[in-house]
């Protein structure tokens, strides 16, 4: 299974937001979209879970996205949206169990493996001790868990985060990428949008990086965190190193004056 | 949903059902009532209980589930808990149907002009809800659009009132206005139940999606809700509902605030599980409310919409200061 974006191009009330973007992300691996504000992150993400008018083609497993049927996409793709919405006083597991809601036959409760599935998904975001409070009283950063395990639990081959790590302690951050690369491991395609670029080069098999609109580069984190991209995309200088788990990236200044 | 919580609603519905029927200016005994309503027993309790008392408890039920399932929906389906179904400007549409028809005369040539009138209102505001709301527009627009509905629906009232030819008309429309549940007959509740049926089950159709839409519209639709089939949907059934309801009642407000909020706290909270609980909620309050209203306190029987007025709008501003304190 894969998900891919081929020359995306998007117009959002007269600007033109996207101008060229493509992405792919294959199964069993966690990939990072990078970018400066504004640079078109959150539109993509939206292009490719369907929810945005978009010329351009993406590809779900090879098909046309707009081939599949509504239910049939929400079986495939889990969309997590950067805004955390929660309307109600509802229970955190009564949150997690609305991703159960593509496989409910019509008017049939959870079933054992229902319950297994946010089970799961509860404990790799750690918010099992959460389970019985009202979901909309919670902390910026644990209805962020709440809802990222929300869509884990939808168990679709393909999951697409908007700055799922924003707002989360760095405990947290760790534990939510280490949950990322877990589901891509047990065989599912993985898209992350994040600006922690210390989370991104540490955690994700390759990194995207979108600049005005398109994507520019992309490719094994030691690849894209060089000078030229950290400077030129994101206007930084960066000491970058490599220890026995991989790379660190440090931003320490402004590209124009480098270090402190 | 709890069973016991099911048990209990339906137990207090039943029970204030037959307390509306018991209850009345006419002193009739218990026994007397109930032969009356079979149809045994003499002319007067017969007449009494089937062609006053009964039809007043149906349209109870009736108005009162009609109107706090379309709040309920409506609170679930814009994520605020200040929804009502007045908020889409059905109800004060309905009403100026009904004082038009007034105001011009029709109202004397047959029973059903006055609720064809209404009906018509209700109809000209969904219309143009269901252009504004079959756009991709967000839930804001559809609450705009409704203040703006209500408030031209209340600017022609007024001018209604104020170009009426006599005081006596101006009174009727007043009355109107208010809502009541008295001197209804059988011939009502046909008119307002299958409307009321077919609203209903729309807005039951949609109960999985309301649940989906706590997570907000997007992702709403990434767990395969179609979105703007829902709220086509809702709009439809909740100006079935209502306008139903007030074709026939007049306009009695807040039950469709008040109901869901009472309601919510005994259940898991989630919208689409709220709605028939709400239903059964609103019926009971509506009923008892219209008891309270025919109990003779200041020698005159009070109108139901005044009674559901003065308690709901306090609760409201309590509403506004609790969000306010707190947020939603």
């Known amino acids: ?260 | 949903m709890k069973p016991t919580l099911w048990a209990g609603l339906l137990g207090i519905v039943v029970v204030l059902f037959a307390t509306s029927l018991l209850v009345g200016s006419a002193a009739l005994d218990p026994a007397t009532s109930l032969r009356g309503l079979v149809g045994q027993g003499d002319d007067a309790a017969a007449i009494t209980m089937r062609e006053i008392r009964l039809p007043r408890a149906i349209l109870g039920v009736l108005v009162g589930a009609s109107l706090a399932l379309s709040g309920a929906a409506l609170q679930g389906f814009l994520r605020n808990p200040l929804a009502e179904p007045g908020v889409i400007g059905v109800s004060s549409s309905a009403s100026l149907g009904a004082v038009v028809v007034f105001y011009s005369g029709v109202a004397g040539v047959s029973v059903f002009a006055l609720p064809a009138g209404a009906l018509l209102g209700a109809l000209v505001a969904v219309v143009v809800l269901l252009v504004i709301a079959s756009g991709n527009t967000t839930t804001l627009t559809l609450i705009l659009a409704g203040v703006g509905l209500s408030s031209l629906a209340a600017a022609f009232t007024a001018l209604a009132l104020n170009l009426s030819p006599n005081p006596f008309a101006s009174y009727e429309i007043i009355f109107w206005l208010l809502g009541s549940l008295k001197d209804r007959s059988m011939a009502h509740v046909w008119v307002c139940l299958p409307l009321m049926a077919v609203g209903t089950l729309l807005i039951l159709a949609c109960g999985s999606a309301l649940d989906a839409l706590s997570l907000g519209e997007e992702s709403a639709a990434s767990l395969g809700i179609d979105v703007a089939r829902t709220r086509l949907m809702l709009v439809g059934g909740v100006a079935l509902c209502v306008g139903a309801g007030t074709s026939v009642t007049g306009a009695i407000g807040f039950v469709g605030l008040v109901v869901p909020h009472l309601i919510r706290p005994l259940t898991d909270c989630m919208p689409g599980r709220l709605l028939l609980p709400s239903a059964l909620g609103g019926a009971a309050l509506l009923l008892a409310a219209d008891i309270v209203a025919r109990l003779p306190w200041f020698g005159n029987e009070l109108n139901v919409g005044v009674l559901t007025a003065l308690i709901g709008a306090p609760f409201f501003l309590w509403l506004v200061i609790r969000s306010r304190r707190e947020g939603f």
Request: contains cysteine; glycine residues 10%; neutral net charge.
């Open chain 1, 1 to 260: 299974m894969s998900i891919a974006a081929i020359d995306i191009h998007v117009q959002l009330s007269g600007r033109r937001v996207l101008t060229g973007a493509s992405i792919r992300v294959e199964t069993g691996t966690v990939v990072g979209l990078l970018g400066p504000n504004g640079a078109g992150k959150s539109t993509l993400i939206r292009a490719l879970s369907g929810h945005l008018a978009a010329t351009g083609q993406v590809l779900v497993n090879e098909m046309p996205l707009e081939s599949l049927s509504r239910a049939r996409r929400a079986r495939l793709i889990a969309y997590l949206p950067q805004q955390r919405v929660i309307g109600w006083p509802v229970k955190v597991r009564d949150i997690v169990d609305l991703g159960r809601m593509p496989w409910r036959t019509w008017g049939v409760g959870p079933i054992e493996n229902d319950r297994v599935i946010c089970r799961e998904a509860m404990e790799l975001m750690d918010v099992v001790h959460l389970a019985d409070r009202p979901a909309n009283a919670l902390s910026g950063g644990e209805q962020a868990r709440v809802l990222t395990a929300r869509a884990i639990a939808q168990d679709t081959p393909v999951l697409l985060a908007d700055e799922p790590a924003s707002g989360l302690d760095p405990a947290h951050q760790i534990a939510m990428m280490a949950g990322f690369r877990k589901i891509a491991a047990s065989g599912r395609a993985v898209l992350v949008s994040l600006h922690d670029l210390t989370l991104a080069a540490r955690w994700c098999d390759r990194l995207a990086i979108l600049h005005d609109g398109r994507t520019v580069g992309g490719g094994a984190p030691a690849e894209v965190m060089v000078p030229e991209v950290l400077g030129g995309v994101f206007g930084i200088a960066a000491r970058v190193e490599t220890d026995s788990c991989g790379l660190i990236v440090s931003p320490v200044g402004l590209a124009r004056d480098a270090g402190p």
